[in-house]
């Protein structure tokens, strides 16, 4: 079965910089498009990040674009976002999935979803 388990979220004040990890299990990262997801209270979840399977395109929200990098490790089938000049705005659980091709990650990702990690950033 297909597992993701994401960690790194942490409190950082505005300005901060937070790297998060996505291990997963059951699935290779390089035969599928990764998809880094975030969830405020009240909101609906967003596709904030992703990268296709050969690595070689990659997306981004525009509120994050610029300040988000995505990457993966094949071999450790582990995928990371690197968030630098973090804003209250960015506060949310961030989650992480996967598609078989980038632009089905906004509809189509696997129904097996992580318990994500908080990130809290304060002003």
């Known amino acids: 079965q297909v597992q993701f388990v994401e960690s790194g979220g942490s409190l950082v004040q505005a300005g901060g910089s937070l790297r998060l990890s996505c291990s997963t299990s059951?699935?290779?990262?390089?035969?599928?498009?990764m998809g880094w997801y975030r969830q405020a209270p009240g909101k609906r979840r967003e596709l904030v990040a992703g990268?296709?399977?050969?690595?070689?395109?990659?997306t981004y929200a525009d509120s994050v674009k610029g300040r988000f990098t995505v990457s993966r490790d094949n071999a450790k089938n582990t995928v990371y976002l690197q968030m630098n000049n973090l804003e209250p705005e960015d506060t949310a659980v961030y989650y992480c999935?996967?598609?078989?091709?980038?632009?089905?990650?906004?509809?189509?990702?696997?129904?097996?979803w992580g318990q994500g990690t908080l990130v809290t950033v304060s002003s």
């Open positions: 999935n996967a598609a078989k091709y980038l632009l089905e990650l906004n509809r189509s990702p696997h129904d097996s």
């Open positions: 990268i296709s399977a050969g690595g070689r395109t990659v």
């Open positions: 059951g699935i290779s990262v390089d035969d599928n498009a």
